[in-house]
């Protein structure tokens, strides 16, 4: 599928669909992050999306996520369980350990491409919420 038709196929979901704004997300993160084109997010893309939203979630630019900064993404029992290096927030590692876990989680057909249905179930929510920004 062509990049243009990946867009569209977003587009109209968007509109005829009442989703959850997730979900109004879930092709467009596609979109962003599918470097060889193949209109899916392999786990190399989807480390390359959540090491952009871990910047953009980190605006005072030390090396980690602090509670507050993912309030509304991750749970206290999820950060607890992947700030493995305690008394500082999620660093970059810890955070991209849990996109993965994330990625396959939201991926049961075990192919190893997420692809827009996907992103519209439960698991790709939480997905799209380590992602996306
Ligand atoms: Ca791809
Ligand atoms: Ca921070
Ligand atoms: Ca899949």
Redesign the pocket.
Known sequence: MSLAAVVAVGFTATVTAPLAEAGAHACKVIAKYDRNRDGKLNIFEAKRAGGATFRAL?P???????HD?VRGRIGPKTFDRYNRIKGR?LDRVEWIRLVRARFYAANPDGDRTIECDELRTRAGHRLLAVIWH
């Open positions: 980190n005072d630019g030390d090396f980690t996520l602090e900064e927030g």
